[in-house]
């Protein structure tokens, strides 16, 4: 997750640059480029790491039609 962190870093400072400083066109056009790229690949990261808890809870906790976790005398 530290590339998740280093692309949220980013993302931040280019926003901070977008509204602090007075930028030619160009210059801001690229930085707002970048930071919709760098949302993309975060947003990317976010679904993997949502999926792979998904699958860990699927795992910890089964489902209804699944074999029960609960002890004999609570099934």
């Known amino acids: 997750m530290a590339e998740f962190s280093k692309q949220l870093e980013r993302l931040e400072a280019i926003v901070r640059t977008l509204e602090a400083e007075d930028l030619d066109l160009d210059e801001a ?10 949302l993309r690949v975060a947003r990317e990261q976010l679904a993997q790491a949502e999926l ?24």
Not at 29 to 38: A, C, M, S, W
Not at 61 to 67: A, H, K, R
């Open 52 to 75: 792979k808890v998904k699958k860990v809870l699927e795992i910890v906790t089964p489902t209804s039609s699944g074999p029960s976790s609960a002890p004999p005398g609570d099934r």
């Open 29 to 38: 056009l690229k930085l707002f480029e970048e930071g919709v790229e760098r």
